[in-house]
């Protein structure tokens, strides 16, 4: 067979083929289309691709806008077709008639994109085949339904949020997930600010001296810790190792790459705080930190992540316990008011707090497949910081007296928190409010020819798109000429831009435009241009609304209550990440005890999210036993699985 690569273009006025040996020099150059089949059929061409050329060569490619736009909606439709038939469990026997008729849709849209059946190779290098990642190439989605965890990670790459770097466990950021960051950033720092903190930044480097002066926090960091233990390279004598550190640059105390700044921020207080007048401190570290993870998933648990990190100084216990409340508070509201996701708050048991905390309150967010994520914690550090670094003030009195403590902090992981509250099969589902553009504009444009109609379309797409700016809309008019509207359309919905307009000659000369929402069944909504701005500003409320109302009754759903041990232990043994109709999460009567939540952990891989705060107000478990010990309880407790 010979080897024959083909360069396909038909122009809209008339036929333009050419075929390239593998030599690359044109044999033959055709300006006529109904001598097509002829011609072609004397072209040494792979077999298959004769017969696709002679058909493209031979169809009518002539659409226009109008017809464009009409097979772009019919793919669209197709499109949901299909995605509702494997979302109702749809085997591929079932699903193929209508995959065919997408195949055909897009043929007759783009005749470039019709692809012949490819022979089978056969193996010629003895069983060995090379190793092709499928995953880092295709834009395909896995269904939540069939592997939620791998679903996930679709999201982020096809999407364009991250994907992994040559630093093992680390990230790479991309555009579009960054500006979701900003956006949580400046939402957060705001709310920071309002709180009294003022930011700051420490050094990225802590001498290893620091992290041994706080007991419980070093045995609660050591296993994470990277450790820097030079200063310089050198040039390896041997020459079998190209560069080596320098065995005379070793640090006579050893750097740790920050987990957390706790140690670094009290040896600074330790120099600010003199008396009661420095009180209270409240600083904030918007930063990157490092903890070493051995088994990473992307914006959940990764060895570097970004995050901010609050801490306080207060002259008495209630002034600390207030903060650490109130910023558990703020961080309840951020994810209910920004991200429309809903919380339990509450206190972490004795064994799961933080390192060298008293007390440390969460927030905890139940996911689609019914698994719990930390969101936020909040830790009531009380004078264990302040004594390790002997930080003091002089009381009203005159008195020295040792300082309370609280730190705070969220990180990237609400990013993870957000893609698998909200998001679909067809990629992320954005509230409006967090979403980094919230409208995308759509022009439709005029034929070529149509000077006047071109420049009324421009006028009224630099009218809209000020007029949505003006009023606080994140906005942007994509008029790429070079990209189909349907791939257009494609694109933003699996970006999760909440909002669609679609604007075209015949929409301007009836003074509307077309609506197209993310989500919801409401389909496409024709729009006064006069009211464009209102009913925008309207609807994005709405699905913002919707979307929290939506997780809040997942989380209401999710939560069982009155089951035995038994019973929780033989529905989440065999829960895994990847399930999607996982078991949810329990609230149980639960005696404190270490032992016992350890057995839980190693039985079933349970852990105790949290003592929810409103489940454990006075009285809340009088005269009820401990489900697992049969005591009398002390708590009741949120148990499930978590990332």
Not at 264 to 278: G, N, T
Not at 281 to 306: C, G, H, Y
Not at 316 to 328: K, N
């Amino acid at each position: 067979m010979a080897a024959l690569g083909a360069l396909v273009a038909l122009s809209s006025r008339r036929h333009l083929v050419r075929a390239f040996t593998s030599s690359g020099n044109p044999s033959f150059l055709l300006r006529n289309g109904n001598d097509a089949p002829s011609i072609l059929s004397r072209i040494p061409v792979a077999k298959g691709y004769q017969q696709i050329l002679v058909r493209l060569a031979s169809s009518n490619t002539d659409l226009t806008t109008e017809q464009k736009q009409e097979l772009e909606e019919k793919i669209t439709a197709k499109g949901n077709e299909i995605r509702a038939l494997k979302d109702s469990g749809a085997d591929k026997a079932a699903v193929a008639p209508f995959v065919a008729d997408l195949l055909a849709l897009k043929a007759e849209l783009d005749p470039s994109s019709a692809k012949p059946k490819k022979e089978k190779k056969k193996n010629t290098n003895n069983g060995q085949q090379k190793k092709v990642n499928v995953d880092e190439q295709s834009d395909f989605i896995t269904p939540r339904s069939e592997n939620y965890s791998k679903w996930y990670n679709d999201i982020i790459r096809v999407t364009g949020l991250a994907e992994t770097s040559p630093v093992r466990g680390c990230m790479v950021i991309k555009p579009w997930g960054m500006s979701l960051w900003d956006t949580i950033r400046v939402d957060l720092d705001k709310r920071i600010k309002e709180h009294g903190a003022e930011n700051a930044y420490f050094p990225l480097l802590i001498p290893k001296s620091f992290l041994v002066k706080e007991a419980e926090h070093v045995d609660g960091f050591a296993k994470e810790c990277a450790v820097v233990t030079h200063h310089r390279l050198t040039a390896d004598p041997s020459g079998e190792k190209g560069l080596i550190a320098d065995p005379e640059a070793e640090l006579e105390d050893p750097l740790i790459i920050r987990p957390t700044s706790e140690t670094m921020v009290w040896h600074m207080f330790k120099k600010w705080i003199i008396s009661h007048r420095d009180l209270p401190l409240k600083i904030n570290q918007w930063a990157n930190v490092m903890r070493w993870e051995l088994r990473t998933r992307p914006f959940l648990r990764t060895s570097e992540f970004l995050w901010q990190e609050g801490h306080t100084a207060h002259a008495d216990r209630e002034g600390a316990l207030e903060d650490s409340i109130a910023m558990i508070d703020n961080y309840a509201k951020l994810c209910k008011e920004l991200l429309a996701i809903p919380v339990v708050k509450g206190c972490k048991s004795p064994s799961e707090r933080f390192a060298g905390a008293e007390e440390t309150f969460t927030i905890e967010a139940l996911m689609q497949n019914g698994w719990a994520l930390q969101s936020g914690t909040s830790h009531f550090l009380g004078q264990s910081f302040g004594k390790a670094f002997d930080v003091t003030f002089q009381d009203k009195n005159g008195q020295e007296s040792d300082v309370w403590g609280t730190s705070w902090g969220v990180s990237t992981r609400l990013i993870g928190a957000l893609i698998m509250t909200h998001s679909d099969d067809a990629g992320l589902v954005l509230p409006p409010k967090v979403a980094p553009v919230q409208v995308v504009i759509v022009p439709i444009p005029p034929k070529k020819n149509d000077v006047e109609g071109k420049a009324a379309m421009d006028e009224a797409l630099d009218k809209l798109s000020a007029d949505l700016k003006a009023a606080g809309i994140r906005v942007k008019v994509d008029d790429r000429d070079y990209i189909r509207n349907g791939a257009k359309y494609f694109e933003y919905e699996r970006k999760g831009v909440p909002l669609r307009i679609e604007l075209g000659p015949r929409d301007l000369a009836k003074g509307e435009c077309i609506f197209k929402y993310r989500v919801g069944d409401q389909g496409k909504i024709p729009t006064a241009l006069d009211d464009t701005v209102s009913a925008a500003i309207a609807g994005l409320d709405d699905m913002q609304q919707q979307l929290y109302d939506a997780a809040s009754q997942r989380l209401q759903d999710g939560i069982k209550t009155g089951a035995t041990y038994a019973e929780m232990k033989e529905a989440l043994e065999g829960d895994e990440a990847s399930d999607f109709n996982g078991s949810g999460l329990y609230l149980v009567p639960w005696k404190c005890d270490e032992k016992n939540e350890d057995d839980i952990k190693e039985e079933c891989k349970a852990t105790i999210r949290c003592y929810p705060i409103e489940d454990n107000l006075e009285g809340a478990v009088e005269g009820k036993t401990c489900f697992y010990s049969g005591e009398p309880a002390t708590h009741m407790a949120l148990f499930g699985r978590a990332y």
